[in-house]
Each structure stands twice: as structure tokens, then as C-alpha cells.
């Protein structure tokens, strides 16, 4: 089945700086990469998405790449706040019916 | 437009009782997921659902859970004969196509304790 890897599974960065979360996919189907961001006890959210036809998306602070030859994709946030802590999940489409979740990035954004 | 809407919130059961989890998707939404995240931890799939029917239910423990989505009303996660490794939130998310063009919206989320 599909295999959605995610790096790191912890990421620390202090206020300002960068933060890129890495995943890779094995599904050469998949062609919808969605990013979602859950609070503590809270629902997922999405917070950005990108589809195979693209290379690259941004949102303000927010952007995602995505390399289909490499089967890889990364989300970048810039100029990091703390209210960007939080776990990060990237996800791909597989089989053409649904979706496999990475395990999650916990983001801390030290002020 | 309301969002995903789930029910109970929170949900306690002793070892051997039944638990059952509800999911309104968004309206205009035919397309259900359902998620198990334990502490910790990531989403994991169990099972996709369209309308009275289940297209993959790979993720989901042979015995004791089930699923359906009927023509009316909400989906139904169903857990027989609960045990203490079942504590888990439980979320759906609903979405508007399936598979490719599908974004899916989550709901916020059952969480089940086994005492």
C-alpha cells in the first residue's frame, strides 16, 4: 500500500527563522498532497495543498514544493511565530480512492 | 455551510460494550473517511465510504468495527465489545469528490475511552 514518510518528527526553530518538513511517497499515482496542521486537541486543519500538474505553491508564510520524479514533497513556513507550533501532517492520495497520512512533525516556534 | 459535524465529543465505555461513533459530513459532501489517532501519534486510515457504500475499508480491524453510511443520516462507526487498546480520538473528515480531487475537512473528533 501507500507509504507516506515524514522527517523530522520533531522540529525546533526559534521565532523568525525557517521550518521545512520533508515527505516522501510511493504511489506514483498520487497526484493531490495536501498539508494539514492540528493544535493540541483540536481537528486537523488544512493549511495548504498542492496537485502533480505543480511544481510549487505559496500562501503568504506557507509555501509547498513538490518533486513527482523523486516522489517527494516539503513544506516550507518563513519568518516562523509561535503560533505556528503545532504538528504538521502531509498527506498523498493513494489508489486512487483516499488518503495516507505521514506521522505527523511536531513544530515548537521558540519566542 | 456547517462543517463536519461529529458525536459524541467524548465517549466512555467499559471493556465489552459497544461504542458508537457518528459523522455528518458537510453538506453536498458524499464522500466519508474515517481516521484513528492515538496520543502521540499520526492519522491513521480505516475506511472510505460514499453513500451506502464502502470502497475501502483495508485500514479497519477485521473483527469488531464496522462502518456504513446510509442513504439518510450520518455515518456510523461502530466498535463491538470495546477493549482498553481501542482509546483513541476518532475523526472523519467529509469530502466533496473522492480519491484525486478530493481536499477532505475533518470533523473534530471522538475521543474514546475504554476504562
Known amino acids: 500500500g501507500e507509504n507516506v514518510e515524514q522527517h523530522p518528527s520533531t522540529l525546533s526553530v526559534q521565532e523568525g527563522d525557517s521550518a521545512v518538513i520533508k515527505c516522501t511517497y510511493s504511489d506514483s499515482a498520487s497526484n493531490y498532497f495536501p498539508w494539514y496542521k492540528q493544535e493540541l486537541g483540536k481537528r486537523p486543519q488544512l493549511i495548504i495543498d498542492?496537485?502533480?500538474?505543480?511544481g510549487e505553491k505559496k500562501d503568504q508564510r506557507i509555501a509547498v514544493t513538490l518533486n513527482k520524479t523523486a516522489k517527494h514533497f516539503s513544506l516550507h513556513i518563513t519568518e516562523t511565530q509561535p503560533e505556528d507550533s503545532a504538528v504538521y501532517f502531509c498527506?498523498?492520495?493513494?489508489?486512487?480512492?483516499?488518503?495516507?497520512f505521514g506521522a505527523g512533525t511536531r513544530l515548537t516556534v521558540k519566542p | 455551510n456547517a462543517g463536519v459535524m461529529q458525536n459524541p465529543r467524548h465517549l466512555v465505555r467499559r471493556r465489552g460494550q459497544e461504542a458508537r461513533l457518528r459523522c455528518s459530513p458537510m453538506k453536498g459532501h458524499s464522500h466519508v473517511y474515517w481516521y484513528r489517532q492515538l496520543p502521540e501519534e499520526g492519522l491513521k486510515f480505516m475506511v472510505y465510504l460514499q453513500k451506502e457504500n464502502i470502497i475501502d475499508e483495508s485500514g479497519m480491524p477485521k473483527e469488531r468495527f464496522s462502518a456504513e453510511f446510509p442513504k439518510e443520516g450520518p455515518s456510523i462507526l461502530r466498535i463491538q465489545q470495546v477493549v482498553r487498546g481501542d482509546s483513541a480520538a476518532y475523526f472523519c473528515a467529509s469530502s466533496p469528490y473522492g480519491g484525486n480531487d478530493g481536499t477532505q475537512y475533518f470533523g473534530p473528533g471522538t475521543r474514546l475511552t475504554v476504562l
Open positions: 498527506a498523498a492520495t493513494y489508489n486512487n480512492n483516499d488518503m495516507r
Open positions: 498542492i496537485r502533480s500538474n505543480v
